[in-house]
């Protein structure tokens, strides 16, 4: 299913028995990921069909434009509730492993040289795998009990998203030496000639990393009461996949169409849905 305009995301929705709301990440063809949360819920609202509605929402995914970007995030997650009380929702800390856009976008930027900034007094994260991400949603949705419910993913380790950064070095065997900026504009800078010149989605992830703030646990249970293994930032360390040969090049995001908002490299979800719709689990889910 491509998804380009309100009526197609209305009329998928309407055509399914189940909706998984996946954070999208490319901001040229949606801008407003607040927006598309709480109308994603009014159109479960008006389909009586559906029987189930998860929204995931991966902290790095949040918009980082925003004048307080936790806050808004919350009261647009707020607003889709409100708007289907049954809605299930996880939040999650930083991923991490091969299918995070955060491993992603780092290796990328190191391997390519781009420019990298950091906070020094940055708060901590608790990292998550993604993968493990992936199989808490799958779990969720055939648990009734999960309805209504919001659900903090993070891992077992608290870790600084430089102690990341450090690991995705290792793993590609390239130590990131402060990159260059074009004309000295910086992709976190707020203002046209930034915009310009660098894609939104690494405009979007260099405010996140300047930014990021530990995703707040107030009215949220715990990940590990749906799945009770998950891994942190140790399941990175021993991940051969991720090479400097893999992220040479970049990555062109315009490419991307909108099934539930999936991104490719949060693609492991929706991986995950179509493993299990194998074993006919997930008959009619819209991703």
Known sequence: IKIFEKQDLFEAIQESAQVVYVTHNYQKLVPSKLNLIRTTAQFVKQNPNVQRFIAVTPVELDNYFESDPQNEAIKSENDARSTY???????????????????????????????????????????????????????????????????LAQGPQEQKLADIIQTVEQL??????????????????????????????????????????????????????????????????????????RYLSSVSYTHLTLPTIYSVQISVVAVSLKKKNEDSILDGVLY
């Open 172 to 245: 590609i065997g390239v130590k990131y030496k402060g990159g260059s900026s074009f004309l000295g504009l910086s992709p976190s800078q707020n203002n046209i000639l930034s915009e310009l010149t660098y894609p939104a989605n690494t405009r979007n992830f260099s405010r996140f990393l300047t930014t990021y703030q530990t995703p707040k646990s107030d009215g949220f249970e715990k990940i590990t009461s749906i799945k009770a293994n998950v891994r942190g930032l140790d399941s990175l360390k021993s991940n051969k996949s991720i090479t400097k040969e």
């Open 85 to 151: 009380p049954n809605l299930t929702l996880i939040k999650s800390d930083v991923t991490v492993g091969n299918y995070s856009q955060f491993v992603h976008f780092v290796a990328g930027s190191l391997a390519n040289n781009k420019m990298l900034q950091l906070n020094s007094s940055q708060e901590s994260a608790y990292p998550i795998n993604a993968c493990d991400l992936a199989d808490a949603v799958v779990t969720a949705i055939g648990q009734n009990e999960t309805r209504g419910k919001s659900y």
